[in-house]
């Protein structure tokens, strides 16, 4: 079975511009996550997906947002890019079926770059 | 590496030797409790997890082990491999929800010393 795939997988942004990075979910998983990773935050949840409906976020500004598609696939966009959302962006997938909780699963990131 | 923050705490073991690596969970309220293993430039890879009801678990090379009285958890390696070396998280959440957020440590780098 494939893994979580990310794309792109590195990136480079001027500051104000616009991003949108896609996760597609290991096959028959419902839940996407999404986690920022930077060397002085560590990973920090970003926000959680599940049959389109986001089930929960984390503390980031209005700037980050998502959505989740009918497959299951997920895009984040983060608008008016400052420096300091330069980060590793990573996507996790669960199965997270009847409410139990599952193993989350990572892809390998995508690198966003903001000059 | 990517993944490796600048004020890592690091683990220095000999090829062969066991490895124990430990976390201290923040919320009492966390049931369910994983440990990742990141290498540079790759995303987090499962390793183990466990369930509050449990305070031992076992994998191949592996033992995960939970004190829910003192909020801490470890990760033992049993005869460390040069393919061991990575930044290892653990993580944390309140399952039952259906929704769950992982809360990860700061992350312990392993070095092994062939």
């Known amino acids: 079975k494939a893994g979580v795939t990310q794309t792109p997988r590195y990136l480079i942004k001027t500051r104000g511009q616009q991003v949108t990075l896609s996760c597609s979910p290991i096959?028959?998983?419902?839940?996407v996550s999404w986690y920022q990773q930077t060397p002085g935050q560590g990973l920090q949840f970003l926000f959680e997906?599940?049959?389109?409906?986001?089930?929960n976020k984390g503390n980031f500004p209005g700037r980050f947002s998502g959505r989740q598609f009918s497959n299951s696939r997920s895009e984040m966009n983060v608008s008016t890019l400052e420096l300091g959302d330069s980060a590793l962006y990573l996507c996790?997938?669960?199965?997270?079926?009847?409410?139990?909780?599952?193993?989350?699963?990572f892809g390998p990131g995508t690198r966003l770059t903001v000059l | 590496g990517e993944s490796v923050g600048l004020h890592l705490p690091t683990l220095s073991v000999q090829e062969g030797d066991n490895s124990i690596i430990n976390c201290a969970y923040s919320n009492s309220a966390s049931d369910y409790f994983i440990w990742y293993k990141q290498e540079s430039g790759k995303g987090p890879q499962f390793i183990i997890d466990?369930?509050?009801?449990?305070d031992k678990r076992q994998g191949q090379r592996v033992t995960v082990l939970l004190n829910k009285t003192v909020k801490h958890l470890s990760l033992q390696i049993a005869a460390t491999q040069p393919g061991d070396s990575a930044v290892y998280f653990c993580?944390?959440?309140?399952?039952?929800?259906?929704?769950?957020?992982?809360?990860f440590g700061k992350g312990t780098k392993l070095s092994v010393i062939p």
């Open positions: 997906y599940f049959s389109e409906t986001q089930r």
């Open positions: 993580a944390e959440t309140v399952s039952g929800a259906g929704s769950y957020q992982l809360t």
């Open positions: 996790a997938s669960s199965f997270s079926q009847g409410g139990r909780t599952d193993t989350q699963y």
């Open positions: 096959s028959g998983h419902r839940s």
């Open positions: 466990i369930r509050s009801n449990m």
